[in-house]
């Protein structure tokens, strides 16, 4: 996605935004699907790779593109409507998880080569808006902005013309005449260097183009660095990538933070088993949060059990039989295995941790996961905390859309940012599940309206010839800051909270201040 951002950025200044769109979701769709039926793993996720690579260019063309058809007045509210989608495409996305992946009984398999399981269905259903918008956008107009920066001013003059009997009717007025008072002077097109079909061979023109391609959409990204949009691209870097830090880093930080809470919990109500020993016996029912140290099993038969976070230790299981077993957090440590059969088990390896087998055998051995939602509840979590997390930015979209153009971007993108900050620090606070999700649905509320207030900000500061590459390099940056804070936020996560919340809280802050000082963009024509 990163890549992808840049590149197709760049590209929508050079070929229009519509054609780049339209190109970089049909390769995202192709291989969003493609990902759901293969079956290797490295093979997904090279599909996978080249999805993200694809959708990375849908927000800086899609702002760009919609930013250069609106009306100076209500610029900033529809973009933030335009901000409400996301939000829209990440309810959808958790809600079809939340709906779909625990029914393990949604799959199919043909012989031992083929498994289709519930998750694929959900990579399938996920891809689907993705068809819907080429399919939609095979029938939009290219930006007449982007017309006119490259000379092309009759097709523009066509596009505007539409728009504004599209318009006249809506509003039930008598049609009127389209004029132009005024048209930019169209600038010399870079001609292409085309090697002649009769000397040079395909590859070597295709890759003049691309090379030629490549070159220009660098020159362009570094005209972004220059006079007069300079100092902002070095401001706008800034708060993208303390947003983007402390946004991402904490929203993967939570559902840990909750699943630690959890695991507490649970710990609290765990049974500790003394050593026994037990002969001649069966056991067909679940086993649930126990610890079982130095017992000694001897002609035993475990039928059906379900093992729910069950540890073995310093354990010897002698002539015993484990058929149809599924299990769940268990382990068997230092335990030792004598005359022992496992028949229809899910035992793997890493289960296993310092243990020792004496003609033991193994037969039909269970691969992948087999325990389904209803056997390990705590797992809904990771759906319902998504859930609600994303729910929670409703609000602050609604607000954000309906003050925009009142209250103004940088009042609140740096109002949003700063009060993020400091709601970031009560997270220190959180004891319980409950007050940590009402602070992560705070929490994103009130960064949504700095985003919405961000893109705008970031639309209407760039001149059309490098709008999009100038969102593109700074959405991929924004990438760049998500995967550092990942890795920072997931490495601290289990060795204390205090850095994690002191350092989001505080970069935030810090890229709120910087806001601020950015142009004030609510009454300017687009350049």
């Given at each position: 996605?990163?890549?992808?951002?840049?590149?197709?950025?760049g590209l929508a200044d050079k070929v229009g935004r519509k054609q780049s769109l339209l190109?970089?979701?049909?390769?995202?769709?192709?291989?969003?699907?493609?990902?759901?039926?293969?079956?290797?793993?490295?093979?997904?996720?090279?599909?996978?790779?080249?999805?993200?690579?694809?959708?990375?260019?849908?927000?800086?063309?899609?702002?760009?593109?919609?930013?250069?058809?609106?009306?100076?007045?209500?610029?900033?509210?529809?973009?933030?409507?335009?901000?409400?989608?996301?939000?829209?495409?990440?309810?959808?996305?958790?809600?079809?998880?939340?709906?779909?992946?625990?029914?393990?009984?949604?799959?199919?398999?043909?012989?031992?080569?083929?498994?289709?399981?519930?998750?694929?269905?959900?990579?399938?259903?996920?891809?689907?808006?993705?068809?819907?918008?080429?399919?939609?956008?095979?029938?939009?107009?290219?930006?007449?902005?982007?017309?006119?920066?490259?000379?092309?001013?009759?097709?523009?003059?066509?596009?505007?013309?539409?728009?504004?009997?599209?318009?006249?009717?809506?509003?039930?007025?008598?049609?009127?005449?389209?004029?132009?008072?005024?048209?930019?002077?169209?600038?010399?097109?870079?001609?292409?260097?085309?090697?002649?079909?009769?000397?040079?061979?395909?590859?070597?023109?295709?890759?003049?183009?691309?090379?030629?391609?490549?070159?220009?959409?660098?020159?362009?990204?570094?005209?972004?660095?220059?006079?007069?949009?300079?100092?902002?691209?070095?401001?706008?870097?800034?708060?993208?990538?303390?947003?983007?830090?402390?946004?991402?880093?904490?929203?993967?930080?939570?559902?840990?933070?909750?699943?630690?809470?959890?695991?507490?919990?649970?710990?609290?109500?765990?049974?500790?088993?003394?050593?026994?020993?037990?002969?001649?016996?069966?056991?067909?029912?679940?086993?649930?949060?126990?610890?079982?140290?130095?017992?000694?099993?001897?002609?035993?038969?475990?039928?059906?059990?379900?093992?729910?976070?069950?540890?073995?230790?310093?354990?010897?299981?002698?002539?015993?039989?484990?058929?149809?077993?599924?299990?769940?957090?268990?382990?068997?440590?230092?335990?030792?295995?004598?005359?022992?059969?496992?028949?229809?088990?899910?035992?793997?390896?890493?289960?296993?941790?310092?243990?020792?087998?004496?003609?033991?055998?193994?037969?039909?051995?269970?691969?992948?996961?087999?325990?389904?939602?209803?056997?390990?509840?705590?797992?809904?979590?990771?759906?319902?905390?998504?859930?609600?997390?994303?729910?929670?930015?409703?609000?602050?979209?609604?607000?954000?859309?309906?003050?925009?153009?009142?209250?103004?971007?940088?009042?609140?993108?740096?109002?949003?940012?700063?009060?993020?900050?400091?709601?970031?620090?009560?997270?220190?606070?959180?004891?319980?599940?409950?007050?940590?999700?009402?602070?992560?649905?705070?929490?994103?509320?009130?960064?949504?309206?700095?985003?919405?207030?961000?893109?705008?900000?970031?639309?209407?500061?760039?001149?059309?010839?490098?709008?999009?590459?100038?969102?593109?390099?700074?959405?991929?940056?924004?990438?760049?800051?998500?995967?550092?804070?990942?890795?920072?936020?997931?490495?601290?996560?289990?060795?204390?909270?205090?850095?994690?919340?002191?350092?989001?809280?505080?970069?935030?802050?810090?890229?709120?201040?910087?806001?601020?000082?950015?142009?004030?963009?609510?009454?300017?024509?687009?350049?």
């Amino acid at each position: 996605m990163m890549v992808g951002a840049f590149f197709w950025g760049g590209l929508a200044d050079k070929v229009g935004r519509k054609q780049s769109l339209l190109i970089c979701m049909s390769v995202n769709g192709f291989f969003a699907f493609l990902s759901s039926f293969v079956q290797g793993y490295g093979f997904f996720l090279f599909c996978r790779l080249l999805s993200g690579f694809g959708i990375g260019g849908a927000i800086p063309i899609v702002f760009s593109y919609f930013a250069e058809v609106l009306a100076r007045e209500k610029r900033g509210e529809h973009l933030s409507w335009l901000c409400m989608f996301w939000m829209i495409g990440g309810i959808y996305a958790s809600a079809m998880a939340w709906a779909i992946i625990p029914h393990y009984g949604w799959s199919f398999s043909m012989g031992s080569a083929y498994q289709f399981h519930s998750w694929r269905v959900f990579v399938i259903v996920c891809a689907l808006p993705c068809v819907c918008s080429v399919v939609a956008l095979t029938f939009m107009p290219e930006s007449p902005r982007f017309l006119l920066e490259v000379g092309k001013h009759d097709e523009a003059w066509m596009i505007l013309k539409f728009i504004h009997d599209t318009n006249m009717r809506a509003r039930g007025q008598p049609e009127k005449v389209f004029t132009v008072n005024r048209i930019k002077t169209p600038k010399q097109i870079d001609e292409l260097i085309e090697i002649e079909s009769d000397t040079g061979t395909w590859y070597r023109r295709c890759f003049v183009r691309i090379h030629t391609e490549l070159h220009g959409i660098w020159l362009t990204f570094m005209r972004c660095f220059n006079y007069p949009v300079r100092e902002n691209t070095i401001k706008l870097t800034i708060v993208w990538f303390t947003l983007s830090f402390g946004y991402y880093g904490l929203s993967v930080w939570f559902p840990d933070v909750i699943k630690h809470l959890q695991s507490d919990e649970y710990a609290l109500l765990i049974r500790n088993v003394p050593r026994e020993k037990y002969a001649n016996f069966s056991i067909n029912f679940t086993m649930q949060n126990q610890i079982h140290t130095g017992m000694e099993y001897y002609n035993g038969r475990f039928l059906g059990v379900k093992f729910k976070s069950v540890t073995f230790k310093d354990s010897v299981f002698k002539a015993c039989t484990f058929e149809d077993v599924t299990s769940v957090n268990t382990y068997f440590k230092n335990c030792t295995f004598i005359d022992t059969v496992f028949d229809n088990t899910d035992f793997e390896q890493y289960k296993f941790i310092d243990s020792e087998f004496q003609n033991c055998s193994f037969f039909h051995n269970k691969t992948g996961c087999q325990i389904t939602f209803d056997d390990d509840y705590s797992a809904y979590w990771i759906y319902f905390v998504n859930f609600l997390g994303t729910l929670a930015v409703l609000p602050g979209n609604i607000v954000s859309a309906l003050l925009m153009d009142r209250i103004g971007r940088l009042t609140m993108l740096g109002g949003s940012m700063v009060l993020s900050g400091i709601s970031c620090f009560f997270l220190w606070f959180g004891t319980s599940e409950s007050m940590m999700i009402g602070m992560l649905c705070l929490y994103n509320g009130l960064t949504i309206s700095a985003w919405n207030s961000l893109d705008v900000v970031t639309v209407e500061l760039y001149p059309t010839d490098r709008r999009a590459t100038g969102f593109g390099f700074l959405n991929a940056l924004c990438k760049a800051a998500a995967v550092l804070g990942n890795l920072i936020f997931g490495s601290l996560v289990s060795i204390t909270k205090a850095i994690p919340i002191l350092l989001a809280s505080t970069v935030l802050v810090c890229g709120g201040l910087v806001g601020f000082r950015l142009p004030d963009t609510q009454t300017q024509v687009l350049m």
